[in-house]
């Protein structure tokens, strides 16, 4: 399609197991960036991508969390050991490029992740 | 460090009724704003955006003039619609560093009645 893609859409999994959340971004952007939002508050970032390397992982929370982007097109982001309070929507979202300030940043509808 | 405070929602309009959701910001130097919508069942996508002090964002029918005197990028419509239904975010990038790394508000959900 032509928007960002993100797989699944829900995920239920239970506290202590491990997670993939996929993101395809749009074709041909260069720049990926992974939020995360939980229940009443806005996009917090975690973690972005210029090219195949992650340019700035200040926003991961713990070393449960990892994002990989082997290729330079679709993003892993991945969560070890998970807990109840990884429970939100993660949104992944691409841009054309990283120039400074531009702002426009294409999401996906998110991925809705429960912990039990 | 760099913060976005919206006004709390949701809020309810009837049709043709005048928004203005507010919106303010705490930054060193001098960031770029934005306003990002959410359509029900949609992703994320700009609305408008300003990058210096006095610049006016509009699309839409919306407009936001970016205050640095007040630190303040409060979005305005003169006629709401029904398809204006959506959660609203008020964001900035900060003046350093050069990605797209937005700081969001909290977001207010706004319903149009007909």
């Known amino acids: 399609g032509a928007g960002v893609s993100q797989t699944p859409s829900n995920k239920v999994t239970e506290k202590g197991k491990y997670v993939e959340l996929r993101c395809d971004p749009i074709s041909g952007h260069t720049a990926l960036y992974w939020y995360r939002q939980s229940l009443g508050q806005g996009p917090e970032f975690l973690i972005y991508f210029q090219g195949t390397g992650a340019a700035d992982d200040s926003g991961l929370p713990n070393d449960r969390f990892f994002a990989v982007r082997p290729e330079g097109s679709v993003s892993t982001l991945k969560i070890q050991r998970t807990e109840r309070g990884d429970s939100a929507v993660y949104l992944c979202a691409s841009s054309r490029s990283s120039g400074p300030g531009t702002g426009e940043l294409f999401f996906g509808e998110g991925s809705r992740l429960t912990v039990l | 460090g760099n913060s976005v405070t919206q006004m709390e929602g949701p809020v309810t309009l009837s049709e043709e009724a005048f928004l203005t959701i507010n919106c303010t910001y705490t930054?060193?130097?001098?960031?770029?704003l934005f306003w990002y919508v959410q359509y029900p069942g949609e992703g994320l996508q700009l609305l408008l955006k300003a990058t210096k002090a006095d610049d006016k964002g509009s699309n839409k029918g919306f407009e936001a003039t970016y205050r640095k005197e007040t630190t303040s990028f409060h979005l305005e419509k003169g006629s709401v619609q029904v398809s204006d239904s959506a959660v609203y975010f008020c964001a900035l990038i900060p003046s350093q560093g050069g990605s797209e790394k937005l700081v969001f508000g909290k977001g207010m959900k706004l319903t149009v009645n007909p």
């Open positions: 930054a060193t130097g001098y960031p770029s």
